[in-house]
DNA sequence: CCATATAGTTTAGTTCACTCAACCATTCAT
DNA sequence: ATGAATGGTTGAGTGAACTAAACTATATGG
């Protein structure tokens, strides 16, 4: 099953993002339960980490839940004390969600070791095919973002057909 | 050293990898949603689909479910079409659960708008480009399955410590 | 055979995250 | 100032998926 050969299949791409999606979907799953979070919750999160303080409700746009269930879904965070949760300082009906510093201590661990071991991975490939490789994984993301978005997309319509 | 500016650790390799790794999970639960199936249970129907036909107790046990909520998740899985229900042929006691030929339509049909979208990726790459792509998410893989494992194993030894 | 173990289902009860609607607090517009 | 809009929280009710334990059916060993 392991045969380097890319050509063989008629969709060389879709097999390769496959055969990576199952083991990022697993140590995505593994780290959120390291820190004690659900999936969704860890989904969450990310968000939250990557594109900054947000209020509660860009976060319930962004994840399709209301406001009652992003009150209880920062509480979790908040508890797990992934999150902190401050007043706006102008508007203050507005919550600013923004990440703690650092992950906890369990959960930093796991990725110092995904970190050295993507290392061992990174030392076996010169400067020009890392490039390559970057290349690879940036239209690879946007290409999932964009058919996650469409799949959905194409969920919502038949709700409402 | 010579693996440039990629591995080293505040790197844009680290932000790259994490919204790779959203963008796959993304994905992984819009496919999912087209089905009818939450995270978890299209999860487990990886482990179907991967690892062939299993019995409900090694579902159960590769899951860290009980016996009673394997027969709720396969008769989900059974009743979105994703898998097939049958006896052991010499055990009758035995299931073998068997992931069906091909995905219902809308999944297909994703997959396939997948499969052209990843495949306008693809063709933005020599061969040799190509190779060197899926020598790293060969690797990759490997290395997410293991620090998965790794974790999973970490939070089994704290439960017990 | 009968006793006991094993595979899976069923059922009763629990948990948990969600929605919806009512509710404060704050801001904005007139 | 006052009424309407906005941001977030709270609480009641719902539903999905879980566990534990009782149950059925099959297998196996003395």
Chains 1, 2 share one sequence.
Not at 71 to 98: N, S, Y
């Amino acid at each position: 099953m392991h045969n380097g050969d890319v050509s063989t299949t008629s969709d060389p791409g879709a097999r390769l993002g496959s055969e990576l999606s199952d083991a990022v979907v697993m140590f995505h799953e593994a780290l959120g339960a390291l820190s004690g979070l659900s999936a969704a919750d860890h989904k969450a999160l990310g968000i939250v980490r990557r594109d900054g303080p947000v209020s509660a409700r860009e976060l319930a746009d962004r994840t399709g839940l209301t406001a009652g269930a992003v009150t209880g879904l920062v509480d979790r965070l908040e508890q797990a004390g992934q999150v902190r949760r401050t007043r706006h300082a102008t508007d203050r009906r507005r919550l600013v969600i923004e990440a703690t510093a650092s992950p906890p201590p369990e959960v930093r661990a796991a990725l110092a070791e995904m970190g050295t071991a993507m290392g061992r991975v990174t030392a076996q490939f010169t400067p020009e095919e890392l490039q390559v490789v970057a290349r690879w994984v940036q239209l690879t993301t946007a290409t999932m973002r964009e058919q996650a978005a469409r799949a959905a997309g194409r969920l919502e319509g038949r709700r409402e057909g």
